[in-house]
């Protein structure tokens, strides 16, 4: 038995101090007073004890075998020392999500070709059965004008590959590219081929006139992916209108509503909306969108992920509670306990409480900032830092 003491145990409704908490093998046992008969203590040294976070939406595996345009490892060296990083960020369950795009508008990656695509979802499917430090999962990331993400997608799910999926439109003019000015400056940031071969009027008529798949092959995957037990989500819901769609088709997710309107209309129709948790770092959307400070505030927001800034986690859900007087519980719950419920996971991982597992955290702010000293998955402590002075 391990018992953790001397920390402000965070669960889904409150803060408990002054109690121990225990673990036996990799399941959590319960709280006591006083300090137990343990094999092992561990001395949070006043920090707080939070479940391991649960990031359902990241594009950092990618930053990790891409970190040059021409520079593409080995995605196992890659894998590991990606996981090694997010476990020191309090990251213990992470959905690695993954584009099917067609063209070639956000740049050439080779990441996302259809033959790495299968890849790295192959390597993390199998990753458990060798040494791994988290829990990996594969998001697949389903671009709605690629026709052979339909038959790759089936397949994927099928297989068990596949642990979410998203449709995706990133067509100028709505969704998360509204504003044509913002989508002109990232398309030329990104330097691509087709960007540099075209004017941006060519762009837009490209994109007027593109084909893209059909409502009934959409409600097809989703029901494929429910039918084994996986979450569907939507993708930068701009309209009530388009959320409507979105349900009909059978969504259980909204990611990244544009506009406050749309994320009240996704928390209402009982969709868990999710939002950056960089935005909150930033103080409003990279793209000039919604502000996920404001959507937490308005009580529209189920559920922060780190999107492609994984440290985000930890310092958003800090800054809510201090600057925005959100309550710490209500914050963790958004990176832990909502998204295990969202990927239907909450029965095992989520919440600090007897019965789940004991994949924990030890937080402790030092200079103002949130810092992470002890993370355990499966009740072993996995990683352990000492800050000194």
């Known amino acids: 038995m391990t018992a953790i003491i001397n920390g402000k145990i965070v669960t889904p409704e409150d803060i408990m101090e002054d109690k121990v908490l225990l673990l036996g093998g990799d399941r959590i046992l319960g709280v006591t007073d006083g300090i137990p008969d343990a094999d092992r203590i561990i001395d949070a040294n006043g ?47 992470m959905y690695h999500s993954l584009t099917l795009y ?30 791994h430090l988290i829990r990996h999962r594969f998001h ?3 671009e709605i004008d690629n026709f052979e993400a339909y038959d790759i997608a089936r397949a994927m799910i099928e297989s068990g590959q ?32 087709e960007v540099a071969n075209r004017s941006f009027e060519e762009i837009l008529e490209y994109h007027r006139g593109k084909e893209t798949l059909s409502l009934e092959q959409l409600r097809e995957l989703a029901e494929l992916a429910h039918a084994h037990g996986i979450a569907v989500a939507s993708h930068d819901d701009d309209t009530v209108e ?24 996704a928390h209402e129709k009982g969709l868990f909306t999710v939002v950056g948790a960089p935005n909150i770092l ?4 990279h793209s000039g969108n919604m502000s996920a400070a404001e959507a937490i505030q308005e009580g529209c927001a189920d559920i922060i992920c780190s999107d492609y800034y994984p440290p985000a986690i930890l310092h958003g859900i800090f800054i809510m509670a201090e600057r925005y007087g959100i309550s710490l519980s209500d914050m963790v719950n958004k990176a832990t306990l909502h998204p295990a419920r969202a990927m239907k996971i909450d029965g095992d991982y989520g919440a600090v ?6 994949d924990l955290l030890v937080v402790e702010v030092l200079d103002g900032y949130p810092v992470i000293t002890h993370v355990l998955v499966d009740g072993r402590v996995t990683a352990q830092v000492a800050y000194r002075r």
């Open 242 to 265: 388009k959320l409507e769609l979105n349900e009909r088709l059978g969504v259980d997710i909204c990611e990244f509503p544009i506009t406050i309107e749309t994320a009240k209309a």
């Open 47 to 93: 920090g707080y004890i939070l479940p391991g976070f649960i990031d359902i939406h990241s594009d950092r595996i990618e930053q990790c075998i891409l970190p040059r345009p021409t520079s593409m490892l080995d995605f196992e060296l890659a894998l590991k020392e990606c996981e090694s990083e997010l476990l020191h960020l309090g990251i213990t369950t």
């Open 162 to 193: 596949v642990h979410e999926i998203s449709f995706m439109d990133h067509t100028p003019g709505q969704g998360q590219y509204r504003n044509l000015e913002i989508y002109q400056k990232t398309i030329s940031s990104y330097q691509g081929r």
């Open 102 to 131: 067609k063209d070639e508008f956000f740049g050439k990656s080779p990441i996302r070709t259809k033959e790495n695509v299968k890849k790295l979802a192959g390597l993390i499917g199998n990753i458990h059965n060798r040494s």
């Open 140 to 142: 697949l990331r389903i």
């Open 282 to 285: 930033l103080g409003g959307s």
């Open 353 to 358: 409480e007897r019965g789940k597992k004991a």
